[in-house]
């Protein structure tokens, strides 16, 4: 659910490893419709030992991360265990929960309804919403489209009246939108619309219930009709309250204490709601990347919007545009993406403007180390800032 502030480091591809006492991470190549012929091997060997760090010094269970180098040729890399009880080894094509990564998706819908024009980008919400946003000094009335996509709308965040310890002491309890609402806007705006930038998940909230005032579906339904089906994403999936992943997937974890895991596997993700609460595998979220700044899924206008950043005030020069982050990369250019933490999982997806795409999960959220967020952040952009690609060997 919630955004982890991007920082990737400018030594990133310097970072020192360690091996520990885990099994080698498994490699596994060509998961694109390359022919066996013109597969590649792509070491990606820094990232390898990234993921080694993950699961050894900072703790998490297992790690993976899904390269997409271009010209259909995919790496696939992990470390560690998928289920703690029996060791069995993290698998190529596990499906995970994407949290805040999900921010992508309604936005991108958001834009399309833009698009339609069934949407003003600066109407207030107030339009599509009447009266649900007015308490405490929030109005509906002063905040637009544009600002909660971009969180500049000044909505306090309902994760931070909502403690990790609540969730997780009922990981299957349901909350509705409307519960989640109450919770945010019992506290004044953070400031007046417009004004700044600061991260709410309550944004994607309201954001969700204006796309299903507009369309009157669902907005899962939404995003499976224009994004899902389309780009054919066969283990992307936005559920409602199903506390169940479906295919293959590793257990997810949270750790109460240092030295505790609890597993949060069946958990009701309700409580994140259009924040955060889809279901995605590192190929498919690197195929959705792809597409959508490849301008498959908005016209020019809608997609030069979404790029359209603001600074986060990060060291890192960090900027977000609407539902999606904009980072400098430390071997030149930007990524685009976001990142996303929700109990069992944290994950970061990344792409660049040339084709690449990166996604990294561990299974382990929350409760993890500063230096595992910065080692997903680091193994994204060490993925995208390799560049070296060696032909694979031919056969006889």
């Given at each position: 659910m919630r955004n982890?502030?991007?920082?990737?480091?400018?030594?990133?591809?310097?970072?020192?490893?360690?091996?520990?006492?885990?099994?080698?991470?498994?490699?596994?190549v060509g998961k694109g419709p390359a022919s066996a012929a013109a597969k590649a091997t792509v070491p990606y060997g820094d990232v390898n030992g990234i993921l080694r760090r993950l699961t050894t010094v900072d703790g998490a269970p297992g790690a993976l991360a899904e390269v997409s180098g271009g010209h259909g040729r995919t790496t696939v890399l992990t470390s560690g265990v998928a289920d703690l009880a029996t060791g069995a080894p993290m698998a190529a094509d596990s499906r995970f929960r994407i949290g805040s990564m999900t921010k992508m998706f309604v936005a991108t819908v958001l834009l399309q309804l833009v698009a339609e024009r069934k949407v003003g980008l600066d109407a207030p919400i107030e339009r599509y919403l009447p009266g649900v946003v007015r308490a405490h000094g929030n109005d509906g009335r002063d905040i637009t489209v544009r600002q909660l996509l971009q969180h500049t709308s000044g909505l306090p965040d309902y994760l931070d009246y909502?403690?990790?310890?609540?969730?997780?002491?009922?990981?299957?309890?349901?909350?509705?939108?409307?519960?989640?609402?109450?919770?945010?806007?019992?506290?004044?705006?953070?400031?007046?619309?417009?004004?700044?930038?600061?991260?709410?998940?309550?944004?994607?909230?309201?954001?969700?219930?204006?796309?299903?005032?507009?369309t009157g579906?669902?907005?899962?339904?939404?995003?499976?009709?224009?994004?899902?089906?389309?780009?054919?994403?066969?283990?992307?999936?936005?559920?409602?309250?199903?506390?169940?992943?479906?295919?293959?997937?590793?257990?997810?974890?949270a750790a109460p204490t240092a030295s505790e895991r609890l597993d949060v596997s069946a958990f009701d993700p309700s409580v994140a709601y259009a924040s955060g609460a889809m279901i995605s595998s590192g190929a498919d979220?690197?195929?959705?990347l792809g597409?959508?700044?490849?301008?498959?899924?908005?016209?020019?206008?809608?997609?030069?919007?979404?790029?359209?950043?603001?600074?986060?005030?990060?060291?890192?020069?960090?900027a977000y545009g609407l539902g999606l982050e904009s980072?400098?990369?430390?071997?030149?250019?930007?990524?685009?993406?976001?990142?996303?933490?929700?109990?069992?999982?944290?994950?970061?997806?990344?792409a660049t403007a040339d084709g690449r795409a990166a996604t990294v999960m561990v299974d382990l959220d929350p409760g993890g180390t500063a230096a595992q967020d910065a080692d997903i952040q680091n193994a994204v952009a060490t993925a995208l800032c390799e560049h070296t690609v060696s032909p694979a060997p031919e056969r006889h």
């Open positions: 982890r502030r991007i920082a990737v480091c400018a030594a990133v591809v310097a970072l020192a490893v360690g091996t520990g006492g885990v099994a080698p991470a498994a490699f596994a909502l403690s990790p310890q609540t969730v997780l002491s009922d990981p299957l309890a349901h909350y509705s939108p409307k519960d989640l609402l109450k919770l945010a806007l019992a506290h004044p705006p953070v400031f007046a619309p417009g004004t700044g930038w600061s991260y709410s998940n309550t944004d994607y909230v309201v954001a969700g219930l204006l796309i299903e005032a507009v579906h669902p907005y899962g339904e939404e995003i499976d009709r224009r994004v899902i089906e389309p780009l054919g994403l066969h283990d992307t999936s936005v559920p409602v309250d199903a506390s169940a992943i479906p295919g293959t997937h590793p257990h997810g974890y979220m690197n195929r959705f597409a959508l700044l490849g301008g498959r899924l908005l016209p020019p206008a809608e997609l030069r919007a979404m790029r359209t950043t603001v600074p986060t005030g990060d060291a890192s020069g960090s980072v400098p990369l430390p071997c030149g250019g930007r990524l685009w993406g976001h990142d996303g933490g929700i109990p069992g999982f944290e994950t970061m997806s990344g």
